[in-house]
């Protein structure tokens, strides 16, 4: 059973509006939580990483946010561009352990 | 965190032939993780690969269809061996920083993908 879910699986948004994406987790002992955006074709490149006792970061329209009592965490884009069409994955990480939990991911289309 | 050059970038190939693919770090790294991405799907991690060691493979993933080499600090190479039509697939190699303390905080960086058609 994967313990980072993802939702939506996917969604289209117009350009210049904004989008929140939700990632909940069962990873237990947690350490950090990481959101990537992969582009088609592509590796996945890092927007941001939080650690237990951080509840928001922001990487210029990205800005992720952590609840680890609920274990959930978002990321909202802001004003968003036709470059935002990507999937963005959710990926926590162990205590103590080097490997990564991916979720599915949110395809994200941005329209014109 | 470090730049990994990673190629081929896709290849079409016939079945029952190989496919190594290699890639280059731009800095020393402890851990190096090769992972595959089946369409829509998510990464799934395939092995991970330390210098001068075997590497360790997940549940599913078998040594003989994919060696791995890490010959030194900058550099691995997985080979798809004996190709089908069900390797066909994205198939990624990532890097953690040399210390493990520093990795746990800082992004994995991975490299821009192999594009794997098997005909």
């Known amino acids: 059973k994967n313990q980072v879910e993802q939702s939506p699986q996917s969604l289209i948004i117009l350009e210049g509006k904004n989008c929140t994406l939700q990632c909940n987790y069962t990873v237990s002992p947690f350490s950090n939580l990481r959101w990537y955006k992969q582009d088609t074709g592509r590796g996945p490149v890092s927007l941001t990483i939080?650690?237990?006792?951080?509840n928001t970061k922001s990487n210029g329209r990205y800005t992720a946010t952590l609840d680890a009592d609920t274990k959930q965490s978002s990321l909202h884009i802001t004003a968003s561009q036709l470059s935002d069409s990507a999937s963005y994955i959710c990926v926590v990480t162990y205590s103590n352990d080097y490997k990564l939990s991916f979720g599915a991911g949110t395809t994200v289309t941005v329209r014109a | 965190s470090a730049v990994i050059s990673q190629k081929p970038s896709r290849d079409i190939c016939q079945r029952g032939t190989s496919l190594t693919i290699q890639c280059q770090v731009d800095s020393q790294v402890t851990m190096m993780f090769w992972y595959r991405q089946q369409p829509g799907q998510s990464l799934t991690l395939i092995a991970t690969?330390?210098?001068?060691?075997?590497?360790?493979?997940e549940s599913g993933f078998v040594i003989d269809k994919f060696p791995i080499s890490r010959p030194n600090l900058t550099f691995s190479t997985l080979t798809v061996s004996n190709l089908s039509p069900e390797d066909s697939s994205i198939y990624l190699c990532?890097?953690?920083?040399?210390?493990?303390?520093?990795?746990?905080?800082?992004?994995?960086?991975f490299g821009s993908g192999t594009r794997l058609t098997v005909v």
């Open positions: 939080m650690t237990f006792s951080e």
């Open positions: 690969a330390n210098q001068g060691s075997e590497a360790t493979y």
């Open positions: 990532s890097a953690s920083p040399p210390t493990g303390g520093t990795a746990l905080k800082n992004g994995y960086t």
